[in-house]
């Protein structure tokens, strides 16, 4: 009957498509490798095809023994040209390179004078201090006169403002914001008026004609200098750290008294003595003390019934210490180079 | 106010280093802004004495002098040019080899056949005053000797510059500083007592005084003084004066000053002879007067300007500046010496108005102790009379007819420590205000204090409390703490939607700006609503900062060009705050706004994008984005707008019927008036607006449940035709179920007809309740084709 003869030869024929087919769909080295395994391996499909090539009948063997030779040189061929070509593939294959830049996200920055405005904000906040705005063009009787600074008087010279039309000006402080928010309330008043000032100061490295202001009051009965000095050092330490130590020092507004000038021990030297607070270890920082009854005059409250404290502070010296900024243009200037720092 | 550490010590005894005394001062509200040392700048210089002077043979001016140098140098020759050289004289010799105060170093020189050993020295070669001509001779009141070193004899001194707050007008001389030291110290006080010899003639014989204005003038003294000789002043009273920075004029004005430094009255001398009938007539001027000050100046007097006459012409502005027509000069021998009290408010008024300011007008003012006039005439008479000799008449012409009493207030040790939160003795307190020279006189609850008329700033309880506070110490003042920190609250204080607003910038890249309120004329011009909407400021510091800012654009493009200039390719501001403006009736009003601008590279180039530079529709969406968050709306809309500084109009930002801002390209000739070349797109939203109309409470939708169904439309419009007005049909048309139109795709080229644009829209159905149907789509997108062929001619693209 001779089926085997036949049947060989179709298995070799059907193995030499199917091979044609699967070499078509590998494209990896290793992929490559299997395929070479599976049909020149020892065991593989052709090593196969031999040893039923050798239970053939003799006279049978050689046309099926060529049809598999001719099938094991086409294979290895054909395995040596996939390999070839895979080699050089994998030189052109993407490679995944973690170390590739990751995508630029464009930000913006919060500017820093109001980055520190809303630090001092939320101090003052979370002390119990409520937050009141007032007119930046302000009249005189709220910016002066309310404030026990009758015209005329040598305390004006120590503010040189900037005029419009009538009782106009533009606010030297922050302070008329006080007159404006006890003329609305009875006491107890805590409250702090954070804002733009403007003084007519001639642009320098210390000096500007518009700068920041946040001006803090509280009126109750019983409220006293010791309060005063005990809100400004927790502040003074929840801003620079617990080891800041404050100072006050006699002075005089028209609208306080007793008046004081508030320093805290410098924080680049800790006190020692430096370039930075002019080897005094103080950093002056700005104006306090207890209401002046006269101002309790202007908005109807009892001086006897009644004390409080008020104290200032300049923004922008405050931010000028935090960063070590030694211009106070820079805040003003928004080069992007200096904005990008905060 | 300037004074030396020797002179403070004339009236106090000081155990502190200059140093200490700094630091007290400045605890005790005399803040020292300077601690200056002044030493010696020279050496080699020794006390001599001129034995003999002949002219140099051969010179008409120079002079042959020997002088006596003691016994460790012996006689010397010098050759010296000063005219004031004179036998017997003692003066300082700089030895061979002495250093001069600039440094030149002194040999023995050759005058012809002369040789000069030494140099006899000015006070100006010795760095001492600025006064160069003559050499400085010594006044040996038997102090000195020959050969003896002149930095003992000059010894160093601190000169201290004190800040003095407007209140204390007696710390305007150095006994008020004195008396705070001797007040903190416990030390006694040593007030100069002058001893006057007077001659037997009355003041009144010669000087009459008429005081016209008293409320003005409350008090007017003169002496008079004869026979004086106006003279350099000797070298204690120059260098004092010149070590706290007043320059040395004569003997007579240097007493003047010297008085005022030291008691804070002001004096002024007058030369009697200019004065007609020697009469004083203290009166107003007349409107539009006119009067030479000695500065050589003309000024313009008004009716409330005080002045002191003689009989038939003004010779001063009262305690502001003496006049060039009574100066004293080296002529003069017979001396009016005027102290007086000018009110503080009279002072003030005539300051301003003729906008002069003196060292005299300053201290008067501030007012000046008008029971403190007598005694610094007194001191001043003295001081002519030694330096500048001459004869004093006897007694002093003093018009003071309503004389100021001291007050007495009412103090309670019991108010005090309640105020500063203290528990401080009742004694203690009383001490320190007896200490500063107040009266105590105890009483059943608390003490009748009577103040002494040198201080006119302690008129209330409060102002003695203070004084207790100050002397008592402010560094022993405890801080009670009674604001407990809490944490929780931080935030609450700032306004919400604001923060909002400034973090979503920051998040899409805009930096946050801060630009000055005032700006140029220009500026405000360029984006206002007309001129007379303007407001300028009166006395401005310069055109450039003249005019407040009517919007935040003009800064923030300022700030835009000068960052362009430095090179930066990409520059997103904005800024938030008050913009003004006054209404028609005159009113100036304020308001809040935000605005932002962006300019330059939107996207960077990277290794897989291409670089795209910004423009109006990255403006458009952050504007939407933005607006859509704050204000809890969907649709932002905009108008065409008719805002000159914006192209073309710009366009109004819409919520709902509010129009809350503008946005648009920055208009071109705007853009050139900053030299800005690049284009700039920009917004701003009246802040009071855009929080009328937010809605920041947020209600939950229900998540969809049902699969969403996608179409893509591709369109063909005329290129006229704007996207908006076909996203608007699809909107219409599109029924309850369309739930988003997203234009992806707007093409022109050489696929579509002439004139044409093609526009792919993608559009999404979805209904709550169910899946819709691929038939209830198909016939929404029928009717919407309709829609969009019938109402504006836009066909689907042909594939």
């Given at each position: 009957m001779g089926g085997e003869k036949e049947r060989l030869l179709a298995e070799v024929s059907s193995a030499r498509e199917r091979f044609e087919r699967e070499a078509g769909s590998v494209s990896l080295v290793a992929e490559i490798d299997a395929l070479r395994i599976r049909y020149l391996g020892r065991k593989g499909l052709i090593a196969d095809f031999f040893s039923r090539l050798a239970q053939l009948p003799p006279q049978d063997r050689p046309v099926v023994g060529k049809a598999i030779n001719d099938l094991r040189a086409y294979v290895s061929a054909e395995i040596d040209r996939l390999r070839a070509t895979a080699a050089s593939q994998a030189r052109a294959e993407v490679v995944f390179d973690p170390t590739l830049p990751g995508t630029r996200w464009e930000r913006g920055r919060f500017h820093p004078l109001l980055q520190v405005l809303d630090e001092i904000v939320d101090i003052f906040t979370s002390m119990g201090f409520s937050v009141e705005t007032g007119p930046e063009i302000e009249t005189d009787y709220y910016n002066f006169e309310a404030l026990n600074i009758p015209p005329n008087h040598p305390s004006r010279d120590l503010q040189d403002t900037f005029y419009l039309e009538g009782p106009h000006l533009l606010r030297t402080h922050t302070s008329p914001v006080q007159i404006r928010s006890m003329e609305k309330q009875r006491p107890p008043v805590r409250m702090i008026a954070p804002g733009r000032c403007f003084r007519k100061d001639t642009p320098d490295a210390t000096h500007s004609p518009m700068f920041h202001q946040v001006e803090g009051l509280w009126v109750d009965k019983g409220v006293t200098f010791a309060h005063l000095k005990g809100v400004i050092l927790a502040f003074a330490q929840k801003l620079f750290g617990k080891d800041v130590r404050i100072r006050f020092r006699p002075s005089f507004f028209p609208f306080t008294e007793p008046s004081a000038e508030y320093d805290f021990s410098c924080i680049m030297c800790k006190g020692a003595g430096c370039r930075i607070c002019k080897n005094t270890g103080w950093l002056e920082i700005s104006g306090a003390g207890m209401v002046d009854p006269a101002v309790f005059g202007f908005v109807d409250y009892d001086p006897e019934e009644y004390t409080g404290y008020a104290f200032g502070m300049g923004v922008e010296r405050i931010a000028m210490l935090k960063y070590q900024i030694g211009d106070i243009r820079l805040f003003y200037d928004n080069d992007l180079r200096f904005l990008s720092q905060f | 106010m300037k004074t030396t550490y020797n002179w403070i010590r004339e009236y106090v005894e000081l155990e502190a280093t200059p140093e200490e005394v700094a630091d007290r001062l400045t605890m005790l509200g005399l803040e020292v802004e300077s601690l200056e040392r002044v030493q010696a700048q020279f050496q080699g210089v020794v006390v001599a004495q001129i034995l003999s002077v002949e002219p140099v043979p051969g010179s008409d001016h120079l002079w042959l002098a020997v002088v006596d140098a003691g016994s460790r140098y012996g006689k010397m020759t010098v050759v010296c040019g000063a005219r004031n050289v004179r036998a017997k004289l003692w003066a300082a010799l700089a030895l061979p080899g002495a250093i001069l105060a600039d440094g030149q170093r002194v040999e023995p020189r050759s005058f012809g056949s002369v040789t000069s050993q030494g140099m006899l020295c000015s006070e100006a070669e010795l760095g001492l005053t600025s006064r160069a001509e003559g050499i400085l001779l010594l006044d040996n009141g038997g102090s000195l000797w020959t050969g003896q070193d002149l930095r003992d004899v000059v010894g160093e001194d601190w000169v201290f510059e004190v800040n003095v707050t407007p209140n204390r007008p007696d710390c305007l001389g150095t006994i008020g500083i004195a008396r705070e030291l001797s007040a903190a110290w416990g030390k006694e006080l040593r007030l100069p007592r002058p001893r006057l010899s007077e001659e037997?003639?009355?003041?009144e014989e010669w000087v009459r005084v008429d005081v016209q204005a008293p409320e003005a003038c409350p008090r007017y003294t003169a002496r008079f003084l004869w026979d004086v000789q106006v003279a350099p002043s000797p070298l204690w009273l120059a260098r004092r004066l010149e070590l706290v920075g007043m320059r040395s004029i004569n003997n007579v004005v240097d007493v003047t000053n010297y008085v005022m430094l030291e008691f804070g009255q002001p004096l002024h001398a007058f030369d009697y002879d200019r004065l007609d009938e020697g009469t004083i007539v203290v009166k107003f001027a007349r409107e539009g007067e006119e009067f030479i000050t000695l500065d050589g100046k003309l000024r313009t007097l008004f009716s409330d300007t005080l002045l002191i006459c003689d009989r038939s012409k003004p010779v001063a502005i009262a305690g502001v500046m003496g006049g060039e027509n009574s100066e004293v000069s080296e002529r003069t021998r017979r001396v009016l010496l005027e102290s007086a009290y000018f009110s503080p408010d009279s002072i003030r008024r005539t300051k301003r108005k003729l906008t002069i300011s003196t060292d005299s007008s300053y201290r008067f003012e501030r007012g000046v102790d008008p029971e403190g006039v007598v005694a610094a005439s007194n001191r001043a008479c003295e001081l002519i009379l030694r330096t500048a000799g001459g004869k004093l008449a006897r007694g002093i012409v003093d018009v003071y007819p309503d004389p100021i009493r001291p007050r007495t207030v009412f103090f309670r040790p019991s108010r005090a420590n309640q105020v500063l939160g203290t528990a401080i003795p009742s004694r203690e307190m009383e001490g320190i205000l007896r200490r500063l020279g107040l009266e105590v006189q105890e009483q059943e609850t608390g003490y009748a204090v009577t103040v002494p008329t040198f201080r006119p700033d302690l008129t209330r309880e409060i102002d003695l409390i203070e004084e207790v506070a100050r002397h008592y110490g402010y560094e022993r003042i405890h801080p009670d703490p009674v604001a407990p920190i809490d944490e929780s609250r931080t935030g609450e204080g700032r306004d919400q939607l604001l923060e909002k607003a400034r973090s979503l910038l920051v998040g899409l890249g805009f930096f946050e700006t801060v630009n000055l309120s005032l700006i140029s004329r220009a500026q405000a011009e360029a984006f206002s609503d007309g001129p007379e909407t303007l407001v300028k400021v009166l006395n401005p510091l310069g055109e450039e900062l003249a005019w407040l800012r009517p919007s935040l654009l003009p800064g923030l493009l300022a700030s835009t060009v000068r960052n362009l200039n430095r090179r930066q390719p990409r520059v997103f501001l904005f800024e938030w705050g008050k913009v003004f403006a006054r209404s028609a009736d005159g009113a100036y009003c304020e308001k809040m706004h935000l605005a932002g601008t962006i300019c330059g590279i939107f996207a960077y180039r990277t290794w897989r994008t291409q670089e795209r530079a910004a423009d109006f529709y990255d403006l458009k969406g952050v504007v939407e984005e933005v607006l859509r968050d704050l204000t809890g709306r969907k649709d932002i809309r905009l108008e065409a707008s008719d805002r000159p500084w914006l192209e073309e109009g710009g366009f109004a930002l819409c919520v709902d019927e509010t129009k809350v801002g503008y946005a648009g390209q920055l208009a071109r000739d705007v853009l050139k008036s900053y030299d800005c070349e690049q284009a700039v797109y920009g917004f701003e939203v009246d802040w009071e607006r855009v929080k009328a109309v937010a809605i920041t409470e947020r209600i939950y939708v229900p998540i969809p449940k049902f699969p969403p169904v996608q179409q893509d439309l591709a369109l063909l419009a005329d290129e006229t035709l704007p996207a908006g007005a076909v996203e608007a049909v699809i909107w219409k048309r599109g029924g309850p179920y369309l739930q988003s139109v997203r234009l992806f795709d707007l093409y022109r080229g050489p696929q579509i007809p002439a004139g044409k644009k093609s526009l792919a829209f993608a559009l999404t159905f979805q209904a709550e309740e169910r899946t819709l149907t691929e038939q209830e789509v198909r016939d929404r997108i029928e009717e919407i084709l309709r829609a969009l062929a019938q109402e504006l001619g836009v066909t689907l693209r042909p594939r």
């Open positions: - | 037997p003639e009355r003041v």
